[in-house]
């Protein structure tokens, strides 16, 4: 038997988030149905992670065991023929029985995107949030630093979240300019639900003067929701990659 590590890009408007939920369309779903379409049995798959309904991918990485079902080997051109237009697997390679999608990998890198104008751009509609306020970009790349390191990030997770442990680590944060756009970019070896959202609200505040950049120290050190910015929305949020 061997195990098979995928990479999957796919667009998630149309979609109620990655994890299979009853009667609705999920990523995982899709991905699990064009595999038992292959190899005649149920395959279940293991994710790096969940995205939320709306948020996109270009590196998500899941894992799954291959059935002794078929003769030949499996290329991502064979599974892509039974996936929707939505979804597809940009990246296959057989690894060793040792590597777990979830479990062993080390980074995490999302994008949010967004751009500034008064008006509405139909070709960045569902894919990058429109900020029609006049925002300091300096003082947001500045606010970035003050996400680096270990912290906890209880300030910046929603209040629904499960999780007791909100420690998390952040490599890299920074803005990048695009040709007529933004992108927040973040590192770290985990997220916590909204996180990015949350984060990129906060940031949203400082560009526009509501915070200051050092503010930032403050609010994690708070340990409280209230205190950041708004979930912004899912639909400007891409899960960029995955490192091992």
């Known amino acids: 038997m061997e195990r098979i590590k995928l990479i999957v890009e796919y667009d998630g408007t149309n979609f109620c988030g990655y994890q299979v939920q009853p009667g609705k369309r999920t990523v995982e779903k899709e991905l699990e149905d064009a595999l038992e379409k292959i190899y005649q049995v149920k395959v279940k798959t293991f994710a790096s992670g969940r995205t939320d309904a709306g948020v996109h991918a270009l590196g998500a990485v899941l894992h799954y065991d291959e059935p002794k079902t078929l003769k030949k080997p499996i290329n991502a051109q064979t599974i892509n023929a039974f996936l929707p237009s939505d979804v597809k697997v940009v990246g296959l390679e057989v690894v060793d029985d040792t590597f777990d999608a979830r479990f062993t990998a080390k980074k995490k890198t999302y994008w949010y995107k967004f751009y500034l104008s008064r008006v509405e751009r139909p070709l960045f509609e569902n894919r990058a949030l429109r900020v029609n306020d ?47 756009y933004y992108i927040f970019e973040i590192t770290g070896n985990g997220f916590l639900y909204n996180m990015v959202r949350i984060i990129m609200g906060t940031l949203i505040n400082v560009g526009k003067g509501i915070i200051e950049p050092s503010d930032v120290i403050q609010i994690i050190k708070a340990k409280n929701r209230a205190k950041a910015g708004k979930t912004m929305p899912a639909n400007s949020l891409y899960l960029l990659k995955v490192e091992y």
């Open 134 to 180: 006049n925002i300091d970009i300096g003082k947001m790349c500045e606010a970035c630093k003050y996400l680096i390191g270990e912290h906890d990030f209880t300030s910046f997770v929603a209040r629904k979240s499960g999780k007791t442990n909100f420690v998390r680590t952040i490599f890299d944060a920074k803005i990048i300019a695009a040709h007529d």
